[in-house]
């Protein structure tokens, strides 16, 4: 008998999304040194052209491209070397034909100077003559102003992940800080009376809490922030006042465990108590985290997830991470490659099926094989390199089939 009333992850996540439609992180303006993995939470455009004068790619000097055509080593072009740039200052110098100005890599190029020619193709013959000994190009060895970024123009769209590189972007446009969410907080709990933390002595019979852990990495990956972390006893009390503190603290609760129909898990009966719609997920066709609820409690969402380490993440990267995401307007291509299958397998139709897999690299390619395993191993996840989805229509998968596969 099926205690659960199933939904489709694609559902799961339209209903959460529908019954916090008013949830909105708020945002905060950061150093852009202390902005790294942040989300920008504005739209930046660019203030100025970048670079904002056109500027030489190399060492070389400032002429006329047409004053170099022909000229090789045996008939070199010959013109008189007018002066030079110096890094750091504006040039107030033009360039007419038969001139040439010494240009460093980066400098400014004197108005009417067209290319540069780098210094290995030339030869000084005294201090004001300079012979060319390689034609050049309209534009060679040029930077022209705002050929990096146009002033006005969308430089970051808000949603983007600061990277190293954006930092660097930001610093150009002379953004010393910038918008960004404020991190989502969430509070954690395991749930059961054999789960113990990892300073208490085991116990046999007793486990050490799994999920909290690997939870909190998620969470930190993700943007997040872990403002709690407890372990609650299989006591609707108990449970209910560390739910209690849970939503006073935190923008999402997390309860690791506690989600199925057994007669001591008072996971629903907890989330209902509270002010709110209550539990309106309870049970996805999703293999492994079946038994998964999701509800709200005083104005904010609580997860009941599967006590299971691999279906425990799971569902927090199929639900959590999917609702963080869209409310922070994230938009990024998860980490994958296309692999080829090595291994004939079949799925459980009508579910949607996550199923771990090991890659292999054979020359240019990517072999996958299936990383078969119960869903409480945590070892699972350790010994896998990602995962394929298999739609709830499909029965299996074909050797020599090609997937793709989200990393982990």
Do not use: W
Request: aromatic share 8%.
């Amino acid at each position: 008998m099926d205690f659960f009333n199933v939904v489709t992850v694609e559902n799961a996540r339209e209903m959460i999304l529908d019954n916090f439609k008013e949830f909105k992180l708020e945002l905060e303006d950061v150093d852009i040194l202390e902005s790294l993995d942040r989300v920008l939470g504005e739209d930046i455009y660019s203030p100025i052209d970048v670079p904002e004068f056109n500027r030489s790619t190399m060492d070389g000097y400032a002429i006329f491209s047409s004053d170099s055509h022909g000229a090789s080593d045996s008939i070199p072009s010959v013109l008189d070397i007018a002066g030079e740039v110096h890094m750091g200052e504006s040039c107030q110098m033009d360039i007419v034909s038969g001139k040439a100005v010494y240009v460093p890599t980066g400098g400014m190029i004197p108005a009417g100077a067209d290319g540069v020619i780098m210094i290995e193709n030339t030869e000084k013959l005294d201090e004001k003559t300079l012979l060319l000994n390689k034609p050049i190009s309209s534009g060679e060895n040029i930077v022209y102003r705002g050929d990096d970024i146009r002033k006005g123009k969308l430089v970051l769209e808000k949603g983007k992940k600061i990277s190293p590189e954006i930092m660097g972007v930001l610093g150009a446009l002379g953004r010393g800080k910038v918008k960004v969410y404020k991190r989502p907080k969430f509070f954690i709990i395991s749930t059961g009376d054999e789960i113990i933390d990892m300073d208490e002595d085991l116990k046999l019979g007793q486990v050490r809490d799994i999920n909290a852990y690997t939870l909190f990495g998620e969470i930190k990956k993700l943007g997040g922030q872990v403002v709690g972390k407890t372990i609650a006893k299989d006591d609707f009390n108990i449970l209910r006042s560390e739910v209690e503190k849970g939503l006073s603290l935190s923008d999402i609760v997390l309860i690791s465990g506690g989600s199925s129909v057994g007669t001591r898990d008072f996971t629903k009966d907890v989330i209902d108590s509270f002010e709110g719609k209550g539990v309106f997920v309870h049970g996805l066709s999703i293999k492994p985290g079946k038994p998964t609820i999701v509800g709200e409690g005083n104005g904010k969402l609580i997860f009941g997830l599967p006590g299971h380490p691999v279906s425990s993440i799971i569902i927090f990267k199929a639900l959590v991470e999917n609702f963080v995401k869209e409310k922070m307007n994230i938009k990024e291509i998860h980490p994958q490659v296309r692999a080829t299958m090595d291994f004939n397998f079949p799925s459980s139709s009508g579910k949607l099926t996550y199923q771990m897999v090991n890659l292999r690299k054979d020359g240019e390619n990517y072999f996958a094989s299936p990383n078969f395993g119960k869903s409480s191993m945590i070892s699972l996840l350790k010994n896998s390199d990602g995962y394929i989805l298999l739609k709830k229509e499909e029965e299996g998968i074909y050797k020599g089939e090609e997937r793709v596969v989200f990393l982990i």
